[in-house]
């Protein structure tokens, strides 16, 4: 069975710092481009940032660079978003999402709500 799990989210002030995680299980996780998501209410989803199989490529969104660094632990199957000084307009429900060619997967998301 697959499963995604984010963890980490929660309440924090503008200019404060999360660290969300996402782990996977039930596939094999060193094989997927792993990628994190956003999705405000009233919008759409959108691409934070990805991260290639062995970590050696990322890519970030013009709004997040900077300030958030997406990394990965393939031994733990874990992959990471380090966000900081983060703003009010980072608030939304973050995704963790596997991709590979042929197959894709998401968790359940965790909320980051960033509010004084």
């Known amino acids: 069975q697959v499963q995604l799990v984010e963890s980490g989210g929660g309440l924090v002030q503008p200019g404060g710092s999360l660290r969300l995680s996402c782990a996977g299980s039930?596939?094999?996780?060193?094989?997927?481009?792993m990628r994190w998501f956003r999705q405000a209410p009233g919008k759409v989803r959108e691409l934070v940032a990805h991260?290639?199989?062995?970590?050696?490529?990322?890519y970030y969104a013009d709004s997040v660079k900077g300030r958030f660094t997406i990394s990965r632990d393939n031994a733990k199957n874990t992959v990471y978003l380090q966000m900081n000084s983060l703003k009010p307009e980072d608030t939304a429900i973050y995704y963790c999402?596997?991709?590979?060619?042929?197959?894709?997967?998401w968790g359940q998301g965790t909320q980051v709500i960033v509010s004084s």
């Open positions: 039930g596939f094999t996780f060193s094989m997927y481009t």
């Open positions: 991260i290639t199989t062995a970590g050696v490529s990322t």
């Open positions: 999402n596997a991709i590979r060619t042929g197959s894709y997967y």
